[in-house]
């Protein structure tokens, strides 16, 4: 019978437990590295977080000269000037960060752009983004990821057991943190799309290790005499073929976004084209190990299911 496209022979036995100390001392590494990056570097706030102007323009005369425009706007004195395309080549974005002084230094800083821009182009957008609302929308977004979390560990524990819901809240706080801590380490700015990018890791990581539990479960039924390890092991190769899948299809996605897609939302799929990698990892590697760790019930006879006999898995 025809079972479709498979990337892993059948029969495939790579020992990923066996490799659960290197993975946790490397995962435990890397977060400590992301954590100390945070405090001592601290993440580079976009407009949306920091405050101040966006303003969109359109230019009259073809495609934009974004190495003329940063030049112009670079000596005007109003700190930190970012000019970016914005959609078509002759639509442009221009974020400048807050001005000392409060909405009235901002407003001349909106003036001064105008008057040495001129009528060479059209504004299409001007927003003002006080300190105020920054700080609320960190405290938002911050807030949206913990609850995401939360939502985690209680839709796990009802659908499995504590223990798992314990492994699956541990490789999320993994692949938030590292995400975290890569967006330090290259400065990249961190907005609002970045928290969205971040819940859907979340969701993305989740579905990756639901998938491997479900299995998992599945085998704690039918193997009730084989070693844990051992059925860990023989769960995650049995759904290696659908991760390995799955992962190269939405980076194949992902990829050409990020070539084609323009500077607006490179942002956010470099973080998505992370938050695939971290979460693929922290399922084999952090989900699954901490199974062995804290130990699971063995007998799900009483979950729905007919009780199986315990054949041995065939060997390659």
Not at 85 to 102: N, T
């Amino acid at each position: 019978m025809y079972r479709g496209l498979s990337f892993v022979p059948s029969g495939t036995r790579i020992p990923f437990i066996g490799l659960r100390m290197i993975s946790m001392v490397l995962s435990c590494l890397a977060m400590l590295a992301s954590l100390v990056l945070f405090f001592m570097v601290d993440l580079n706030y976009g407009i949306d977080f920091r405050g101040g102007t966006l303003i969109e323009i359109q230019s009259k005369s073809g495609p934009a000269n974004l190495g003329d425009l940063r030049s112009q706007l670079g000596g005007l004195g109003l700190g930190d000037v970012q000019v970016q395309e914005f959609g078509a080549p002759d639509e442009v974005l221009i974020r400048i960060e807050a001005q000392k002084g409060g909405e009235a230094n901002q407003q001349n800083a909106i003036k001064s752009v105008k008057a040495k821009l001129g009528d060479s182009v059209d504004y299409r957008r001007v927003e003002v983004v006080g300190p105020t609302v920054s700080g609320e929308l960190i405290q938002s977004g911050a807030i949206a990821v913990l609850v995401a979390i939360v939502a985690v560990l209680i839709y796990i524990w009802f659908r499995f057991e504590w223990q798992f819901s314990i492994g699956a809240v541990a490789a999320l706080v993994h692949d938030v943190i590292l995400t975290i801590g890569v967006f330090c380490a290259l400065q990249i700015e961190f907005n609002l799309s970045i928290i969205a990018a971040i819940l859907t890791i979340v969701g993305y990581s989740l579905n990756d290790t639901v998938v491997v539990y479900d299995r998992v479960r599945e085998n704690l039924r039918k193997y009730k005499k084989m070693g844990l390890e051992e059925l860990l092991n023989f769960s995650i190769n049995e759904t290696l073929s659908r991760t390995i899948l799955t992962s190269v299809t939405t980076m194949i996605a992902l990829l050409a976004l990020y070539v084609f897609g323009g500077e607006v939302i490179r942002g956010f799929t470099f973080a998505m084209i992370w938050g695939v990698v971290v979460g693929t990892y922290s399922s084999i590697f952090v989900a699954s190990p901490l199974l062995l760790k804290l130990g699971v019930k063995r007998d799900w006879s009483g979950l729905g299911g007919a009780k199986v006999k315990d054949p041995a898995p065939k060997r390659a």
